[in-house]
């Protein structure tokens, strides 16, 4: 009686653990298709972001500074993406600077780029320095987001405040002279 038990555990425990493998295989797979959907996001401190937003170049600079959980950030985000469209072959770059938590770019940002499409570049900007990298961005700024810098070589100008579309468009257009 006791080979008997004992070969039926046997058998259990080996069926176990075949189905284990099976779907532990079916679970790669389905993070492999996932995969395939994952943006990369860079991330900088405000050392290596400062550059940036200092070009001196023949373009014309969009940096907005928002999140994934300010929804006035998320509602304009479409009219960046727009700008970005529309104006990308008159020298014109919008870079997205999430101030997302660095610990929820797996979970939440990336994800968050993939579901709106961003065709913008998106930096992480992780530096807990605030007091210093928000000073340094322009004296103005609390804080707040969202939040615009606009600038090419010529003209720099800093926008605390959510952007309707022919708002934006048309700050843009003043650097442009448009």
Known sequence: MKKYLLVLLSILA???CKENVASKKASEVSNVESSSQITEVKTYNYV????LLE??????YVVNFWATWCAPCVKELPYFEKI?????NQNVEVILVSLDFPKQVEKKL???INRKKLQSE???LDDTNENVWINAID???????PA?????????????QSFEYENLENELKSFLNI
């Open 14 to 16: 080996f069926i176990s």
């Open 48 to 51: 290596q972001l400062k550059p």
């Open 55 to 60: 070009k001196e170049d023949e373009k014309t």
């Open 84 to 88: 970005n469209e529309e104006y990308k």
């Open 110 to 112: 990336i994800p968050f």
């Open 122 to 124: 998106v930096i992480l």
């Open 139 to 145: 004296e103005s700024w609390s804080g707040a987001i």
């Open 148 to 160: 615009t810098l606009i600038y090419n070589k010529k003209q720099r100008k800093f926008y605390e």
